[in-house]
């Protein structure tokens, strides 16, 4: 059994493009300042896996000032991380995500998001935590 740990961090802006986690796009007027589609779920999720696997970071995999990962959809990252994760013999059993924001709240995204992340991950829905919280203002 191996465990992985991931986080993934990025600024909110006003840059045009929409706000994706775990695969749903969420309404708000901000997105991720990211290389990629800023899904930083996905980007925690595959960094854990990546982790567990002790194969590096997804920087080793998708260079930031390579112009080909430029805008690419994070599910391409999290197949990739599944992927390896498959060739090693090796299966998902849970995850468990913390998602730390003031804004948006995503209490009624959570079940939506679930439900992204099990399919994307072909588990049940019961082996996907996801936990929204703020910063208390801080």
């Given amino acids: 059994m191996r465990i992985g740990h991931g986080r993934d961090i990025h600024r909110f802006i006003l840059n045009g493009k929409p706000l994706i986690l775990g695969g749903i796009s969420i309404p708000y007027e901000k997105g991720i300042d990211a290389h990629s589609d800023g899904d930083v779920l996905l980007h925690a999720l595959s960094e854990s896996i990546l982790g567990a696997l002790a194969l590096g970071d997804l920087g080793t995999y998708f ?58 991950l072909s588990c049940d829905i019961s082996q996907v935590s996801l936990k929204a919280q703020t910063n208390e203002g801080l």
């Avoid at 197949?79 to 995503?106: C, G």
């Fill in 63 to 120: 260079p930031e000032d390579d112009k080909h990962y430029e805008n690419l959809d994070s599910k391409v990252i999290l197949n990739k991380a599944l992927e390896m994760m498959k060739e090693r013999k090796y299966h998902l059993v849970n995850v468990d995500i913390d998602f730390i924001t003031q804004k948006p709240h995503l209490r009624k995204y959570i079940l939506e998001i679930r439900t992204s992340l099990s399919k994307l």
